[in-house]
């Protein structure tokens, strides 16, 4: 699919049920609201499909994997509701992979910020090259990694989170995010990493859909509530991205951008 500003979200599932989802947007695949609600309502589509037996969440280019939150659609929310909004769909996202009833694949190709974190930690199965760094960067705009901490928290541990979201400046590379939990397997290259992508996704493709489902439904065992924890916590941030410091952060990033 040809690349346009206001980004894109396709899908397509081959013939040995390999659903591949996804998502690109100019600004280093930042996330506008528009994106993650098609993203969202993507994944339980393909979740929905009788022919997707396994999906693979990938992003666009060979540069960053996603760089979090749309500053240009964060710039514009003035109210509380309107930033409820725009925070639930990284909710909405995070859902729709939880209830998937298929094993969702990570590709992560490059660095993953904020929002981009926490779509590689709620993915079942995470894949990245060695320069796929991590940042939460929330805090450092006034806001912090309510909605996706969660997830990320799941996946690497209160500790390892506590750290990441706290140093909000500085990166963590992917071998970091390897010994934390959050990526499963780190390769030297794109190539690599999509060879092993496909050989897990084949094996995956190949084996029961019912006991995948189950097996999911294990390790996804005790998020029964996160439809209302991440809805409360995206309200939380849309409440803080209207305080001065978020408002005068985001208008000095903007500047230098």
Same mark, same amino acid.
């Given at each position: 699919m040809i690349e346009n500003k206001e980004g894109y979200v396709s899908a397509q599932v081959d013939e040995q049920g390999i659903a591949v989802v996804e998502f690109q947007h100019p600004m280093s695949n930042s996330l506008p609201g528009a994106i993650l609600r098609k993203l969202a309502a993507t994944i339980t589509e393909m979740g929905n499909d009788e022919a997707a037996k396994v999906i693979i969440l990938r992003s666009a280019g060979e540069k960053a994997f996603c760089a979090g939150a749309s500053f240009d659609e964060l710039i514009t929310i003035d109210n509380k509701e309107d930033g409820? @909004?725009?925070?639930?769909?990284? *909710?909405?996202?995070?859902? *729709? &992979?939880?209830?998937?009833?298929?094993?969702? &694949? *990570?590709?992560? @190709?490059?660095? *993953?910020?904020?929002?981009?974190?926490?779509l590689a930690s709620a993915a079942d199965y995470t894949f990245a090259v060695e320069s796929a760094a991590v940042k939460l960067s929330e805090l450092a705009v006034g806001i912090g990694p309510f909605v996706v901490g969660p997830a990320v928290e799941r996946k690497i541990g209160l500790s390892a989170f506590a750290e990441l979201s706290i140093d909000a400046a500085s990166w963590r590379d992917a071998q970091w995010a390897q010994q934390k939990g959050l990526y499963a397997s780190v390769h030297a290259d794109a190539a690599a990493m999509d060879e092993a992508i496909m050989t897990l996704a084949k094996t995956l493709a190949k084996s029961s859909p019912e006991a995948m489902k189950d097996l999911k439904a294990v390790i996804w065992e005790g998020t029964e509530h996160w439809d209302t924890l991440l809805t409360d916590r995206a309200a939380i941030s849309g409440r803080l991205i209207l305080g001065e410091f978020a408002v005068n952060a985001i208008s000095a990033f903007k500047a230098k951008a």
């Amino acid at each position: 699919m040809i690349e346009n500003k206001e980004g894109y979200v396709s899908a397509q599932v081959d013939e040995q049920g390999i659903a591949v989802v996804e998502f690109q947007h100019p600004m280093s695949n930042s996330l506008p609201g528009a994106i993650l609600r098609k993203l969202a309502a993507t994944i339980t589509e393909m979740g929905n499909d009788e022919a997707a037996k396994v999906i693979i969440l990938r992003s666009a280019g060979e540069k960053a994997f996603c760089a979090g939150a749309s500053f240009d659609e964060l710039i514009t929310i003035d109210n509380k509701e309107d930033g409820l @909004q725009f925070f639930s769909g990284f *909710a909405m996202v995070i859902n *729709a &992979i939880r209830k998937c009833p298929k094993f969702v &694949i *990570a590709r992560v @190709q490059g660095k *993953a910020v904020g929002g981009g974190v926490g779509l590689a930690s709620a993915a079942d199965y995470t894949f990245a090259v060695e320069s796929a760094a991590v940042k939460l960067s929330e805090l450092a705009v006034g806001i912090g990694p309510f909605v996706v901490g969660p997830a990320v928290e799941r996946k690497i541990g209160l500790s390892a989170f506590a750290e990441l979201s706290i140093d909000a400046a500085s990166w963590r590379d992917a071998q970091w995010a390897q010994q934390k939990g959050l990526y499963a397997s780190v390769h030297a290259d794109a190539a690599a990493m999509d060879e092993a992508i496909m050989t897990l996704a084949k094996t995956l493709a190949k084996s029961s859909p019912e006991a995948m489902k189950d097996l999911k439904a294990v390790i996804w065992e005790g998020t029964e509530h996160w439809d209302t924890l991440l809805t409360d916590r995206a309200a939380i941030s849309g409440r803080l991205i209207l305080g001065e410091f978020a408002v005068n952060a985001i208008s000095a990033f903007k500047a230098k951008a």
